[in-house]
């Protein structure tokens, strides 16, 4: 059974700073790996999407990685500002188990001023 | 836009009487899930359709059930609410298919309050 870890569980940053957030996989037989950001009290907004072949993907400040044979992906966030305090969740796409996500728990990120 | 959208936001239900989330898309997508998600946890994977196709996961309690009554609309009714399943329900789409891009792509969530 896959299970995704996200590691911090809770992150503070002063503004500016440029910060990494770590998600791990148990099963490297994966389609893709999402990243997703939720507000409080919202839904998910998806951030990048890593296909199995590619190795990164960015997206203005962001840029998230894959190493599938390690089973990691980290999203680097540039230059942090406060409108990035948020939870951030990653999720994979599972091969051989249907059109499905296995989510994270999330990294909790507060960015301050 | 194309988006996906839930009403209502938020929805206050007594304990045991029936409710119904509702969720629409413009995407055209293939495929339309639901999710529930507590407090501080991951979203967990109530059931999903795949076209006409229903998907349960093993877990969800039967109390559970799901209706799509064509590709823009799809609903979760739960038919005894109890004080654990309030929540957030989550509604998401994507394309399916043997392969290609399988991005998901989310509503704003109903809140769900159980007195």
């Known amino acids: 059974k896959q299970e995704v870890t996200q590691i911090p569980a809770a992150l503070s940053v002063p503004e500016g700073e440029n910060l990494v957030l770590n998600c791990s996989f148990t099963?490297?037989?994966?389609?893709?790996l999402q990243w997703f950001r939720q507000d409080p009290g919202k839904g998910l907004t998806s951030l990048l999407l890593?296909?199995?072949?590619?190795r990164e993907q960015t997206s203005g400040r962001l840029n998230a990685s894959l190493d599938k044979s390690s089973g990691r992906s980290t999203l680097y966030i540039a230059a942090s500002q406060p409108g990035d305090s948020a939870t951030y969740l990653c999720a994979v796409w599972i091969t051989g188990g249907g059109n499905k996500l296995t989510f994270g728990t999330g990294t909790q990120l507060k960015v301050e001023l | 836009d194309a988006m996906v959208i839930q009403n209502p936001r938020y929805q206050v239900t007594q304990f045991g009487k029936p409710v119904t989330l509702s969720c629409s898309q413009t995407l055209n997508h293939n495929v339309m899930y639901w999710y529930q998600q507590k407090s501080s946890q991951a979203p967990k994977l109530l059931f999903h359709y795949y076209d006409k196709d229903f998907n349960n996961e093993a877990d969800t309690p039967d109390n559970f059930q799901s209706r799509r009554p064509n590709t823009s609309f799809c609903f979760l009714d739960i038919r005894s609410p109890g004080l654990g399943d309030a929540a957030m329900y989550l509604c998401?789409?994507?394309?399916?298919?043997?392969?290609?891009?399988?991005?998901?792509?989310f509503g704003p969530g109903t809140r769900l309050t159980v007195t």
């Open positions: 099963d490297s037989a994966i389609y893709n």
């Open positions: 890593i296909q199995s072949s590619q």
């Open positions: 998401a789409t994507s394309r399916g298919g043997v392969s290609g891009v399988y991005e998901q792509y």
